[in-house]
C-alpha cells in the first residue's frame, strides 16, 4: 500500500505546502488535508479542485479537531475514556469539534467555525475568543449524553489565541468549563493525521461532521426564503439523506435547485444567513419522472454529492480561499 501524504491547511502557506509534495507523489498516492470547521462546501470543493484537478488523486478532507484528538490519545487505552474532549483550531479563523471515544477510535460528533473573513474589520481576537469559548460550552451541553469533558485542546502555533482561550475558559461560569485546558502546534496535526490514514481498510472511519446545515428552498416564493435541511448541522461525514422532490410538471423547460448552507456563527449574527453554495441541474437524457427520490450524500472524501449522479449535474460556487497566491 502507498504511504499517505498528509496535508494541513493554513492560510500563507498551503499552496507551498502542495507544490512541495504533490510533485513528489504518484496520482495513486492517498492525500489527506486536516480542514478547519469553517470551511464551508464551496470551500471544500474548491480546494478539492485545486489539488486534483482532473479526478485522478484519491483526496479526503478530515477535521482538524479530529486530528488533533487522533495524536493527541493515540492508542486503544486513550479511547477507553467516556469523557469527551473539545478541541479548538485557532490558528486561522475560529474552529471546534467536540469529540467522543469509541473502540474503534475518536470520532467528531459536532463542529464549529467562524472563518477570517467573517470578522475581519469588525471585532479582534480579544472580543471574539470570549464570545466563541462561552457559545460552545453552551452548545456543547445541550448535546446529548455530554455531561462532563475530559479536557479542552487548543491547537495554536503562535500562543497568542492559545492564552485568550485560557484565560476565557477560566472565566467561563458555565460548569463543562471546569476542566484543564491544553496547547498543542500544527505538528501534532500531521502525526494524528498520518495515524488516521495509516488505520487498515476495515475499520470504520468518520472524517468529521457538518458545521453548517445544508438546505434548498422548500417554496417558490423569492422575497422568502422557506427552507428546507437536507443535511443537517454535525451530520457525519460520510452520511446520506434522502428526500423526495415534486418536479412538478414536464414543460421542456431546464430544470434546477439551488443549495445554500446556514451560517449563524459569528457573534452578532442573530439571524440565520443562507448562503448559495451550489446549483444541481436536471440532466433531461435521463428521462423525466415529476416525484424524483433525490439522494445528499456527504461522501467519505468530505464533498456533497447528489444523487443519482446521472440525473443531476452539480455547479459550485467560487469558495472563500486564496490559494493561488498564498505561499
Not at 11 to 18: C, I, N, P, R, V
Not at 213 to 241: I, K, N, Q, Y
Amino acid at each position: 500500500m502507498t504511504a499517505p501524504l498528509v496535508l494541513d491547511y493554513v492560510d500563507g502557506s498551503f499552496a507551498a505546502q502542495t507544490r512541495q509534495s504533490l510533485p513528489l507523489s504518484s496520482t495513486d498516492t492517498p492525500v489527506t488535508v486536516i480542514v478547519p470547521a469553517w470551511f464551508g462546501m464551496a470551500d471544500r470543493h474548491q480546494l478539492l479542485t485545486y489539488l486534483d484537478p482532473g479526478g485522478r488523486r484519491p483526496v479526503a478532507l478530515m477535521s482538524s479537531a479530529l486530528a488533533g484528538a487522533y495524536s493527541r490519545y493515540a492508542g486503544r487505552a486513550a479511547w477507553r475514556s467516556r469523557a469527551p474532549v473539545l478541541v479548538l483550531d485557532v490558528r486561522v479563523g475560529w474552529s471546534a469539534g467536540l469529540i467522543r471515544f469509541q473502540p474503534a477510535g475518536p470520532i467528531e460528533v459536532a463542529e464549529w467555525g467562524i472563518a477570517p473573513h467573517e470578522v475581519a474589520g469588525r471585532l479582534d481576537d480579544a472580543a471574539i475568543c470570549p464570545w466563541f469559548v462561552d457559545h460552545l460550552f453552551a452548545a456543547v451541553s445541550s448535546i446529548a449524553r455530554t455531561a462532563s469533558i475530559r479536557e479542552v485542546l487548543v491547537i495554536d502555533d503562535l500562543g497568542g489565541r492559545a492564552e485568550l482561550v485560557v484565560d476565557a475558559v477560566r472565566k467561563c461560569d458555565h460548569p463543562l468549563a471546569w476542566c484543564p485546558v491544553e496547547i498543542d502546534s500544527s505538528e501534532q496535526l500531521v502525526k494524528g493525521g498520518a495515524e488516521f490514514a495509516g488505520l487498515p481498510d476495515d475499520v470504520q472511519r468518520s472524517i468529521g461532521v457538518l458545521a453548517h446545515a445544508l438546505t434548498v428552498r422548500s417554496d417558490g416564493d423569492p422575497e422568502r426564503l422557506a427552507m428546507h435541511v437536507v443535511a443537517a448541522e454535525h451530520a457525519s461525514f460520510p452520511s446520506t439523506t434522502r428526500q423526495l422532490f415534486d418536479l412538478g410538471p414536464d414543460d421542456g423547460a431546464p430544470l434546477h435547485f439551488d443549495i445554500y448552507e446556514q451560517h449563524r456563527s459569528a457573534p452578532g449574527d442573530a439571524a440565520i444567513n443562507h448562503r448559495l453554495v451550489g446549483r444541481a441541474h436536471l440532466v433531461r437524457e435521463r428521462g423525466y419522472d415529476q416525484r424524483m427520490m433525490v439522494t445528499f450524500e456527504l461522501g467519505s472524501n468530505g464533498l456533497l454529492s447528489i444523487g443519482p449522479v446521472k440525473a443531476w449535474r452539480l455547479d459550485w460556487q467560487n469558495g472563500s480561499l486564496n490559494l493561488e497566491s498564498a505561499g
